[in-house]
């Protein structure tokens, strides 16, 4: 029993990281892009259970920044 919670518990903790990992990954890429999402948290993360790929949505409150200080161009949706 011990060995199979131990198996258990390093594919949760396989998959928590693989998970951070990809999220890392995306926001270099948005601020690269010169784009700052500014919402992230685990309900603006999709899985994709198939292939265990984790995507960002809900741009909504994310910015445009241009070169250093206060972003320039905020990107909203609009209110409901």
Not at 8 to 14: D, R
Not at 22 to 47: E, F, R, T
């Amino acid at each position: 029993m011990g060995n199979f919670l131990v198996k258990i518990a390093s594919k949760i903790t396989g998959g928590i990281l693989r998970y951070m990992m990809q999220a890392c990954l995306a926001v270099n890429y948005l601020h690269g892009q010169g784009i700052l999402h500014l919402d992230i948290k685990p309900l603006n993360m999709l899985i994709d259970e198939k292939t265990e790929n984790l995507k960002l949505c809900d741009f909504g409150n994310s910015a445009l920044k241009y070169g250093f200080g206060k972003p320039r161009a905020l990107v909203r949706s609009e209110p409901y």
